[in-house]
């Protein structure tokens, strides 16, 4: 079976599912399981129900779909995944991006992506929430190489605008109507699941990082093939820039995580409805 058969069975599912049409989609990194708790009309579908569509059991990623209709004025219809796959479980990249080729064969045609990340500069410390405005990809592979697939667009994808910068300003404007510091960086792409030397976390610093995570980037890639709109927030968990570097609790990240949370969360209510009317021409 080809992929696009397997994304005609895997929608063809989710549709006998729910009937409502959602035009963005959401994906929730580690340690982020509120939003999907606020929606009207919800429907929840486990990853392995979905056709082609797996995951391996982790415990900060809980692997669901939910469809539904947020809890802001608008009733906004949105698509969230809860949970995403790594380079580092071993998938292959088709089965990393397979969630986003779903989310545009439902109809999305926009993506906010949410992740845990380190630190790589002081002025971005733990607590604080990163809009990527770039990214340095150092994850060994890519969603576009291999068989080229034409009804996903140019195997050759454009990221001159992989962070949509229409978004990126509706993003920062409703983030000080929040008193959220949401700061612009470059997120880094590794492969993981280790974490980075002392070195390592300078050599990031020095290339042009300012926070570093395990994973979005093969989905941006994948997005952008399709000419959807992305944003990443990036809520930062640790500090990589200490010296001596600290040993990393990973209750600690999950702490800070659920702390900035309920912010975050009402960051995307509140630029939803703009966001929305801001999409790129689906191609």
Sequence with gaps: MNLQEKLKKASEYVRSR???QARIGLVLGTGMNQLPESLHQRIEIPYEDIPHLSLKKQSFHQGKL???KLNNPQKQPVLIFQGRLHHYEGY???DIVFPIRLAYKLG???LIMTNA???LVPSLPPGDVMLASDHINLIPDS?????ESPSLGSRFVDLAEAYNTQWRKILKKKALGLKLNLSEGVYVGVPGPHLETQAEYRYLAQIGGQAVGMSTIPEVIAARQLNMNCAMLSVISDA???VPLKPIIIEDILNRVQKVEPQLNQLILNSLPELEKNLNPKT
């Design 66 to 68: 939910y469809i539904g």
């Design 92 to 94: 292959s990249m088709e």
């Design 18 to 20: 729910s009937k409502i």
């Design 240 to 242: 990589g820039y200490q």
């Design 117 to 119: 990340a380190g630190s």
């Design 108 to 110: 999305v045609q926009g």
């Design 143 to 147: 969603p576009v190489r291999g068989e």
